[in-house]
């Protein structure tokens, strides 16, 4: 399948490194205008270096005043990937508020906050366009330990399927995707080299593919392209 993205513009949040980075090449490499986003002005610099033809913009998304300050005159949006996320390790018992808060800050309500901004701007302009949010299996399936990321995933879950019904009539239309481990992004790789003997083998043996991601592979290609 060959698609393109000429004429498109495309925001990808968390886009510093891991998915994210891997998705703002991707949509670049198809022909997409591409805007940037992280809270590391570093990644963002040497991002840049690589596909110099994007636009930055860097602002951490757990502040939700300061997002709103940094995408206030972000422009026309055609596309829009909620990548951002992060993951405290703790069990139940020992997640503080701190912790819980960090965590839904990052991966629900800046979801929320963003595709609230960008979905006004798609309504106004009456061309509808795509959301894409990257979830996680762990909305589906519980891990041990990481209790506030598989609940605020699950939350993710719940405001895509919300968005899709009330953005739909309006020609945007809204997904999740659900990404098993990816060992090569920095949020997982300890995950990897903290995994007991066999387990990485019983991972591989619930992927019909019987592979991990290496990178991003593109898969938002399908789900980015807009209603027409």
Same mark, same amino acid.
């Given at each position: 399948?060959?698609?393109?993205?000429?004429?498109?513009?495309?925001?990808?949040?968390?886009?510093?490194?891991?998915?994210?980075?891997?998705? #703002?090449?991707? +949509? *670049?490499?198809?022909? /997409?205008?591409?805007? @940037? =986003?992280?809270?590391?002005?570093?990644?963002?610099?040497?991002?840049?270096?690589?596909?110099?033809?994007?636009?930055?913009? #860097?602002?951490? +998304? *757990?502040?939700?005043? /300061?997002?709103?300050? @940094? =995408?206030?005159?972000?422009?026309?949006?055609?596309?829009?990937?909620?990548?951002?996320?992060?993951?405290?390790?703790?069990?139940?018992?020992?997640?503080?508020?701190?912790?819980?808060?960090?965590?839904?800050?990052?991966?629900?309500?800046?979801?929320?906050?963003?595709?609230?901004?960008?979905?006004?701007?798609?309504?106004?302009?009456?061309?509808?366009?795509?959301?894409?949010?990257?979830?996680?299996?762990?909305?589906?399936?519980?891990?041990?330990?990481?209790?506030?990321?598989?609940?605020?995933?699950?939350?993710?879950?719940?405001?895509?399927?919300?968005?899709?019904?009330?953005?739909?009539?309006?020609?945007?239309?809204?997904?999740?995707?659900?990404?098993?481990?990816?060992?090569?992004?920095?949020?997982?790789?300890?995950?990897?080299?903290?995994?007991?003997?066999?387990?990485?083998?019983?991972?591989?043996?619930?992927?019909?593919?019987?592979?991990?991601?290496?990178?991003?592979?593109?898969?938002?290609?399908?789900?980015?392209?807009?209603?027409?």
């Amino acid at each position: 399948m060959n698609i393109r993205f000429e004429g498109k513009r495309a925001l990808v949040t968390g886009a510093g490194r891991g998915i994210g980075r891997g998705i #703002v090449k991707k +949509l *670049a490499e198809c022909g /997409a205008e591409c805007v @940037a =986003l992280s809270k590391t002005q570093e990644n963002m610099d040497s991002l840049k270096n690589e596909v110099p033809g994007i636009q930055t913009v #860097v602002v951490d +998304l *757990a502040d939700w005043t /300061a997002t709103r300050d @940094a =995408l206030e005159n972000i422009g026309k949006i055609d596309l829009l990937v909620n990548n951002a996320g992060i993951l405290i390790k703790s069990s139940f018992l020992e997640t503080t508020k701190e912790d819980l808060d960090k965590v839904l800050d990052v991966n629900f309500k800046a979801v929320f906050n963003v595709s609230q901004i960008v979905a006004r701007s798609m309504v106004e302009t009456g061309n509808g366009g795509a959301i894409v949010n990257v979830s996680s299996i762990s909305s589906r399936t519980a891990f041990r330990n990481v209790g506030s990321y598989c609940c605020s995933k699950g939350a993710m879950d719940s405001l895509t399927q919300v968005m899709a019904t009330e953005l739909g009539p309006h020609k945007i239309r809204v997904n999740s995707v659900h990404p098993y481990l990816v060992p090569s992004t920095e949020m997982t790789k300890p995950m990897f080299v903290s995994l007991p003997l066999g387990a990485l083998e019983y991972c591989l043996s619930r992927i019909p593919l019987n592979k991990f991601l290496g990178k991003c592979g593109g898969c938002c290609q399908r789900c980015l392209v807009p209603i027409k």
